[in-house]
């Protein structure tokens, strides 16, 4: 086996790709704290009614950055730096096929679908 090999223990003073247990057991308190946080804002009614959808939304981020780190071991690493830009390409392409989708339908609702037209008169273009 040379000293090449993929399957040989990381060299000293470098981490392993891998989380620990530790590491897996913060991001599932961590979890389990946000989304407890985020039932809790809507089921108590403690966050007023104007700020509910904001306070989840902001919840929900915190939660997808922790899963990120703890879970799919995204940062800033020198290791991790391929697959952070691979994540945040993906979710770029993502983001702009959502919304070049919505709004293609948004126009196509709204040019296509005559509003102020009866059935009658619609009927009497024909």
């Not at 040379?2 to 790709?17: C, F, L, T, Y």
């Not at 407890?36 to 966050?47: L, N």
């Not at 919840?59 to 830009?85: E, K």
Request: hydrophobic fraction near 50%.
């Amino acid at each position: 086996m040379s000293k090449h090999d993929s399957n040989i223990a990381p060299e000293a003073g470098r981490e392993p790709a891998h989380g620990t247990l530790k590491g897996y057991v913060t991001g599932m308190v961590l979890s389990l704290l946000l989304t407890f946080a985020s039932f809790g804002a809507v089921m108590s009614g403690v966050v007023p009614r104007g700020f509910g959808l904001a306070t989840i939304v902001v919840l929900c981020v915190a939660q997808l950055v922790v899963q990120l780190v703890y879970f799919l071991h995204i940062g800033t690493a020198r290791d991790q730096r391929s697959n952070t830009g691979i994540f945040l390409c993906t979710a770029f392409l993502i983001a702009v096929i959502v919304g070049l989708s919505l709004w293609v339908m948004h126009n196509a609702n709204v040019n296509m679908m005559p509003t102020q037209m009866s059935v009658n008169g619609a009927m009497a273009h024909e």
